[in-house]
């Protein structure tokens, strides 16, 4: 898919934060296209979350931090953000299909049907799919949250995703897979995703179909590679 055809769904034209004594981001031009899946690398520090928050609508002006900027944004973004936001009492069925049945009005059958084909489709396993998300200590562990988390997004069908750091417990195989879905929804239904990574593998990044890097609260351009990843 050309994102040059696409139409750009986020624009961001010289996009600044900055508290007193710092630049958190400097100066991020970016755009995204409908349909596009973009990869956002960069060590820890660099500014990805800042950026995704902005693009969210939920960074709160604090003492001495200023943002200016200008750019484009749909009103429907949903975030995956970097802490799960889960409760310990549901299970992964009944998290996703509660908020199929807030947003659609489905019957309970046809929740539980849609979430549990969410839920598979981005790697839970089914015997976790039913049970209790529990706590980190004693209930389904870090992956398969950020897997509930990002099906959380996939059924809300919004036209931008943001996903901070989704594959943060999950091994190469599970993060190449995940990578691999959240490419194919956005290129069958044109919604744009916006994903950072912290340790990109080579396996990971191919399926972006862009990769730009933040140092600094900078942001780069960089080359998807063929063969090795070099970081
Ligand atoms: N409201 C704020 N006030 C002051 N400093 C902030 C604020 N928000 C973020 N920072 C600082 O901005 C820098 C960028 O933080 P950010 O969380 O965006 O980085 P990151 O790239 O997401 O890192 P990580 O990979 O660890 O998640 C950090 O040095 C952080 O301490
Ligand atoms: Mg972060």
Known sequence: M??????????????????????????????VAAGEFLGIVGESGAGKTTLLRLLSR??????????????????EVWLVAQENVL??????????????????????E?????????????????L???QRIGNVSDGISVGNRRLVNVALALCAKSKVILLDEPTTGLDSSAT??????????????GCACICTIHQPSDEAVQYFDRLVAMNGGKMYCAKIPRRR???
């Open 229 to 231: 990843w070099w970081y």
């Open 2 to 31: 050309s994102s040059s055809r696409k139409e750009h769904v986020v624009i961001c034209r010289d996009l600044c934060v900055h508290t007193q004594n710092a630049a958190i981001l400097s100066s991020v031009f970016f755009s």
């Open 128 to 130: 976790v799919i039913r």
């Open 87 to 108: 409760y310990d009492h549901d299970t992964p069925l009944s998290a996703v299909s509660f908020l199929h049945r807030l947003l659609y009005e489905s019957t309970t």
């Open 176 to 189: 190449a897979e995940l990578m691999r879905v959240v490419r194919e929804v956005c290129h069958t239904t």
């Open 110 to 126: 046809k929740a539980d049907d849609e979430a549990t084909r969410l839920l598979l489709r981005v790697g839970v396993p089914e």
């Open 58 to 75: 939920r960074v709160r002006l604090q003492d001495g931090v200023t943002i200016s900027g200008t750019g484009v944004l749909p009103p």
